[in-house]
């Protein structure tokens, strides 16, 4: 009986229930369905059409002198005198450095001194031989005399009017003649080479004369040409060594700027414009040559340019160098437009993005502003650009610029919770 009634009393609570559910249901209206307002994003944006552009890049190069020299010195000796420093600009001839000259100067005298001693020697052979031809010329006459009195005895010692002894001395006297004769052609005929033999030894001491003056000048050490001086490597008092280098000289008249171009401008060398900019300086550079050949492993080539006016600017050091390609059928657009990684957003006649895809082909600069040259496929004649650097822009974003779009509505209730109207960043 008990149980009975549990169970009558847990139905009737099940009842109450379901029937206060009920009524719930049927009192509580359904939400009015709102119609949601899609949001509008303020921006900036730019308006473009293509023309041909000259892009610009910016890269770094290295400062070389075309024309530069190290002075050298051949001596070990002293530095006397030391005329510049780095940094100096001399003339040429100007002198930079002067050496002890003591023993260059006593080698140069020593040298004129022995040139002297050979050419008294070839004035002292050149009378001697003047001397031994008419020596010879008289003993030849002497000797025809004695050879004409021979035969007179002969003929007196045939017919008996004269002893032999007497003709044998007088052939004696000729044949010694004959031999005295003999003698002064032999001194004679020996002259050219015995001339010879002083000769090439007057040709070592001119030589060596040289050798002495070249090293007498190698003591002042002198500007090959205009320009400046680089280094100074050694000081006053110092001694020298054979070979050592004593101070650079360059020209600042003939610098020169390498630097890496990219692969694709390989052959358009002849075409490019090139300056280097300091401040509000500018240096306009010349093509020179490029490098001959390339490896796939280099990520561009060498080319030189010339400096037009290289005064104030040092070799050796790194400038920043602008380059001024062909120009190109392109756009040149805000750089505010173009977004990481090369894109843009063009604005639809919906006021809507479109994200494309450009490749930027350099920079371009004209009253203060910077501008980038692009270029892209599915690009149309004039375009609409974005400009508002938006963090998460992506295509079908809707947007709208003051002054040049349509207000965006407003939503109905300005309680609402739902999204809708105007997106101000």
Known sequence: MRTWSTLLLSGVILAAAGTAVGIMMVKTPEPEKVEAAETETRIDSAR???GFHRPEIRLVGRLEARR?????????????????KEGDTVQAGDLLLRLDDFDTRQQHQQAEADLADIDSQREIRQLQQRLNARALSVATAKLEQMQQQATQQQRLVERGLAPQQQLDDLQQQVEQQQLTVLQHQTTIDSHPAEQARLDASRQKLMLSLERAQRAQSDTEIRAPFDGRIASVAVRPGQTTQPGQTLLTLYSDQSLQLAVQLPHDMAGQEHTIGARLTRGERQTELQFNRAEAQMTASQGGFTAWFDLTDGSGWLPGGYARVTIELPAQFSYRVPEAAVFQDGWIYLIDEDRRLHARSVDILGINREDNQRWLIVNGPDLGEALRLMTTRLKNPITGMRVYEPGVDPAPEIAAEAGTTEPGGVNDL
């Open 68 to 84: 530069q020299q190290s002075m050298t010195t051949t001596l070990g000796a002293d530095i006397r005198d030391l005329a510049v």
């Open 48 to 50: 473009v059409t293509p």
